[in-house]
């Protein structure tokens, strides 16, 4: 079965601390993994993609195969941060399969 | 600006009454989806569609039906809402193979 799974629904941090959402997925082949986020009042969109291991507003994920998971790290949270966080996976015949989703409140 | 239009933004829809969610993209996006989106449950697939004249079942396609005339249109349709399809609802397209999904701006339905 493919699945994602993020534990979180509500994540609250301060302001400087460091984050992280998790994600766990279930994948027979090689999974393509994404993270999505959606600030209030706008459309989904794309934050990284594990594929290009790269860092997008200061946000890292590293695909850990062993232990299924895709986790979203940043090390200092920022206000602007907060918003609605979706994991996702890439399964088969083109299906995008998405978590719950994690909702992200940075205090200041 | 390139990207994909849903219409209506929102809606309220009496219950038996039927009802079709229109979706656009302008980028020449082969694969299309629809999704809705609902608290604790996330995004959940309804139908998709990876080539202009095919379409494909998702996680929860009971209740809905979607047409791939051509490249650019998506629509789905309620034949006969029900409260349970209140939702808001996505259309996200994506160029065929690994690429990822752009979203539209959502349609709130209300279904009374």
């Known amino acids: 079965a493919q699945r994602v799974t993020q534990p979180e629904k509500l994540l609250s941090v301060f302001k400087g601390a460091p984050v992280e959402l998790k994600c766990n997925y279930s994948?027979?082949?090689?999974?393509?993994l994404f993270w999505y986020v959606q600030y209030s009042r706008q459309r989904l969109q794309l934050l990284l993609r594990?594929?290009s291991r790269e860092s997008i507003k200061g946000f890292t994920a590293d695909l850990n195969k062993g232990e299924t998971s895709f986790h979203l790290k940043k090390p200092f949270a920022q206000e602007e941060d907060s918003a609605m966080y979706y994991c996702?996976?890439?399964?088969?015949?083109?299906?995008?399969?998405f978590g719950t989703g994690t909702s992200l409140t940075v205090i200041p | 600006t390139a990207g994909i239009t849903q219409a209506p933004t929102s809606q309220i829809l009496a219950a038996g009454r039927s009802m079709t969610l229109r979706c656009t993209q302008d980028?020449?996006?082969?694969?299309m989806y629809w999704y809705r989106q609902d608290l604790g449950l996330g995004l959940r697939l309804i139908h998709y569609?990876?080539?202009?004249?095919?379409?494909g079942k998702g996680e929860v396609p009971d209740g809905y039906s979607v047409s791939r005339a051509n490249t650019d249109d998506f629509p789905l349709t309620l034949a006969s809402a029900v409260p349970s399809q209140t939702s808001v609802y996505f259309c996200?397209?994506?160029?065929?193979?690994?690429?990822?999904?752009?979203f539209g701006n959502g349609t709130r339905l209300t279904v009374t």
């Open positions: 994948y027979s082949g090689s999974p393509e």
């Open positions: 996702a996976l890439k399964g088969t015949g083109n299906q995008f399969y």
């Open positions: 594990h594929i």
């Open positions: 980028m020449r996006h082969n694969a």
């Open positions: 569609s990876n080539t202009a004249g095919t379409t």
């Open positions: 996200a397209s994506s160029v065929s193979g690994d690429s990822p999904l752009h």
